[in-house]
């Protein structure tokens, strides 16, 4: 499933008028409303039991419900929608990491990619970068990318460099070509060969401020 695929999955759920941050239950759509929110442009996005499923999900805004329904749940699009809705916890704690990381480490490649791109949007990313660095070898093209994208675009500080100057080094050339396009966008330099970012890292690295 690529990014625009999940994010149509996110949109249709959300558009059910529920938020992660409201406590408040809200009525569950009717049958009929259900319905037309499942297709967009023609093509269904839920088989009728997994929309029934995350509108009921939805309505657990509480982090701890949340994430029972983690723990518990085995339907990847209920996951992955649990993942979006976990992003918008202020929570950094062990618990919501865990549930991140089952994701990201899930046998399903749409599962790893939404969870990648749902981290985006987590106050705790930074703290899942040891989760997200084994991605950058995933067999799917899509989970690379995503992870890549989120490291160099939503992680802080000197790491996140380092990471994208040890991609260039990546057996995939989608991740060498995401790594040096990043770090010209991140940085006063501007070189378009993996060497010569090699040799700028190994002359600058010391002295080297992020400014992100």
Known sequence: MSRISFC???????????????????????SADASSLNKIKGERLFEPEDLSAVTKVSRY??????????????NVVVLGQLAT???KTTSRGPSVRAAFRKMLQSENADLRE?????????AGVNF?????????????E?????????????????RKYQIMIDCLDNPYSNVVEMAIFNLGFYTDANYETAE???????ENKDTFVPTD
Not at 21 to 28: G, H, S
Not at 142 to 158: F, H, L, N, P, Q
């Open 8 to 30: 149509l999955v996110v949109l249709a759920a959300l558009s059910l008028g529920l938020t992660a941050c409201d406590k408040e239950k809200k009525a569950q759509p009717s």
């Open 61 to 74: 805004a509480e982090t701890d419900a949340l994430l029972k329904q983690v723990e518990k749940e085995t």
């Open 85 to 87: 809705l976990l992003s």
């Open 114 to 122: 939404g969870a990648l791109y749902a981290l985006e949007d987590y």
């Open 128 to 140: 899942m970068i040891d989760d997200m660095i084994p991605l950058l070898n995933d067999e799917n």
């Open 142 to 158: 899509d989970v690379r990318d995503a992870a890549i994208e989120t490291i160099s675009d939503y992680c802080k500080g000197r």
């Open 196 to 202: 010569e970012w090699k040799k700028w890292w190994a």
